[in-house]
């Protein structure tokens, strides 16, 4: 069984930045990608950013700036860092990724989400 487990949400004030934290638990092998949506409230989940096993990131568009992606392979485990931070980025933030288990192959998982709320 493989699961991905988001730490690091919570209440920031505005121009703060925070660090969110997800780890594959399970007998992983081998990430193709991991990665970090958000869905604000009313709002669909969109794409932050990905980065694949090797370690090579992928951006969207507007999170480019303030977003950074990055990957701890050997604790199967990757980082979100956010500066910056606005009320509109006031959202669950996921974790995603395709990841392959020793015994059932290539799973793609979704983690719980955790809460990131920027508020003065």
């Known amino acids: 069984q493989v699961q991905l487990v988001e730490t690091g949400g919570g209440l920031v004030q505005p121009g703060g930045s925070l660090r969110l934290s997800c780890a594959a638990s399970?007998?992983?092998?081998?990430?193709?990608?991991m990665g970090w949506y958000r869905q604000a409230p009313g709002k669909q989940r969109t794409l932050v950013a990905t980065?694949?096993?090797?370690?090579?990131?992928n951006y969207a568009d507007s999170m480019r700036e303030r977003f950074t992606i990055s990957i701890d392979g050997a604790k199967k485990t990757i980082y979100l860092e956010v500066s910056s931070l606005k009320p509109e980025d006031t959202a669950v933030y996921y974790c995603?990724?395709?990841?392959?288990?020793?015994?059932?192959?290539?799973?793609?998982?979704w983690g719980q989400g955790t809460q990131v709320t920027v508020s003065s």
């Open positions: 980065i694949t096993g090797h370690g090579v990131p």
């Open positions: 399970g007998s992983v092998d081998i990430i193709n990608y």
């Open positions: 995603t990724g395709r990841l392959r288990h020793r015994v059932s192959g290539w799973l793609e998982r």
